[in-house]
């Protein structure tokens, strides 16, 4: 809500500007508007896109953002006041995703990615297989709604090895963002509950909503989501599927222990329930001790797994896997095919050249070296930098780092804060389902060293003027 307020708050300020500067008239600059109002260069981007869509304002490359004018020199404004009435209410509230996602301003000192930065991209495997996909004319052609059999059965291989799915089990995404969506709508009709872990990704939080599901929060601790409250949960609201990234979840990099791994999958069993496991970062595994996939352990077909190659080679590949066995599976296809048919041929074909190229390998192990490299030099400037006060652990795997801040510590005002200071980190509230349970901030360390250390140089007095 607070993020509503201060993007109508920016809008109202154009909108004042707009009529005082009259047609053809130059507007504050993002920087003006963020240092004036104290927002994310996001919260002033997407103020600006609203007012260009409702036809008031034009940017002009290299020189600003102006006051739109007809021929006749009176402002083109547009009407679009209609559309509040056929609209209606908003069935999802999409400000923490839409800001994640936004690009950051050039310049920035960026830890809120959600994918490995350029340099460590896998984008000599893509441009190559790329090239040669795109010259298949039966690549073009319409294909199979669950995907090309070849890039299915890799999928399925990568499971145990290939002994819990079949090809036959496997259903291609144009993503993984793609995959939670067409698995919420298929598994949990609107309006029923599911269970997600608190705190969890903000995509998948993002999906549920706009399927129209109540979400209901399971705390977590040191060693993942706790099964006496899930079982709890599933007792209480009768809920038929739980929502979890058991290994490096998102944001928290918590790995759920080997002992709740069977428990988890026993509560889903005697609750005759679906568990839609996310499994993300399972190239980021840091230390070479990432348990095996919960599916891994799955004999009657409760879990539903998902698999996405965005993450570990680069985010324009828009490919990933929804796994799932019986009647689930044919489910999951129904709702797959009304989405868009199937995903281009080209990009299936490069996704599957790519990870089986030689290269791949050697890519994935230069991310991890990287990672590690950058993990460490993240968690040493955090101890440099900031006081005792501030906790966290030190992440096994993934890219994220999750940091506790004292609870008088507003990690809105202080992400808010950094932004204006050319930083951009991820505010904690996001990643929660429910109420925030304390004050957090999400930090990636796949940028550089030195941008790490730069940026947390920021943060510490940023953080210690709050204390």
């Known amino acids: 809500m607070k993020t509503n307020n201060r993007l109508n708050i920016v809008i109202q300020t154009l909108r004042a500007a707009i009529a005082s500067a009259g ?23 997407r103020a600006f896109a609203q007012l260009v869509g409702e036809g008031l304002i034009e940017p002009r490359p290299g020189q600003g953002t102006f006051v739109r004018q007809t021929k006749d020199g009176t402002i083109d404004q547009a009407d679009f006041s209609w ?51 795109a010259a298949s004319p039966e690549l073009w ?11 299915r059965g890799w999928f399925a291989r990568e499971v145990a090895h290939g002994t819990v799915y079949s090809p036959h089990d496997v259903i291609v995404c144009g993503g993984g963002q793609a995959a939670l969506a067409t698995t919420f709508r298929a598994l949990v009709p609107p309006g029923s509950p599911v269970l997600m872990e608190m705190p969890t990704y903000t995509g998948a939080i993002s999906a549920a909503r ?27 609201t009768g809920a ?30 005697a609750a005759r329930a679906f568990v839609i496991e996310d499994d993300w970062a399972r ?37 990933a896997a929804i796994m799932a066995r019986g009647a689930a599976s044919a489910r999951l296809k129904s709702v797959r095919s009304s989405d868009d048919f199937f ?94 349970e304390g004050s957090f901030l999400r930090l990636t360390f796949a940028a550089s060293p030195a941008v790490i250390r730069e940026a947390i140089g920021r943060l510490g007095p940023a953080i210690a003027r709050r204390l």
């Open 23 to 45: 047609p053809g008239g130059r507007l504050p600059s993002v920087r003006a508007l963020i240092d004036e109002h104290r927002v994310s260069p996001a919260t002033v981007e």
């Open 83 to 133: 559309q509040s009435v056929a609209l209606g209410a908003a069935r999802t509230e999409g400000t923490d995703l839409g800001t994640l996602l936004a690009l950051p301003p050039p310049e920035s000192l960026v830890l809120s990615m959600g994918y490995l930065p350029p340099d460590l991209q896998a984008s000599g495997l893509l441009a190559t297989a790329l090239r040669k996909t």
């Open 141 to 151: 052609d319409r294909l199979p709604i669950d995907g090309l059999d070849s890039l």
């Open 210 to 236: 706009a399927a129209a599901l109540a979400l209901v929060p399971v705390a977590m601790d040191g060693q993942g989501v706790r099964p006496d409250l899930l079982a709890d949960a599933f007792k209480r």
């Open 240 to 269: 038929r599927a739980f929502y979890s990234q058991p290994t490096f979840s998102n944001p928290s990099g918590t790995v759920l222990s080997a002992e709740r791994r069977a428990a988890i999958l026993d509560v889903a069993s």
């Open 283 to 319: 190239d980021f595994d840091l230390t070479g001790t990432a348990p095996a996939p919960l599916a891994a352990g799955d004999r009657h077909g409760h879990v539903v797994y998902i698999r996405s190659l965005a993450k570990a080679a680069a985010p324009g590949l828009r490919v």
């Open 343 to 436: 995903v281009s041929g080209p990009l299936q074909a490069a996704a599957l050249a790519v990870v089986t190229a030689p290269g791949w390998k050697r890519h994935i192990h230069a991310a991890r070296t990287a990672l590690i490299e950058r993990r460490d030099a993240l968690v040493g400037a955090l101890r440099t930098e900031l006081p005792e006060c501030v906790t966290f652990r030190v992440p096994s795997g993934g890219m994220h780092l999750w940091l506790r801040l004292p609870d008088h510590v507003q990690d809105g005002e202080v992400a808010a804060d950094m932004a204006r200071q050319g930083v951009v980190i991820s505010a904690g509230r996001a990643w929660f389902p429910a109420d925030p």
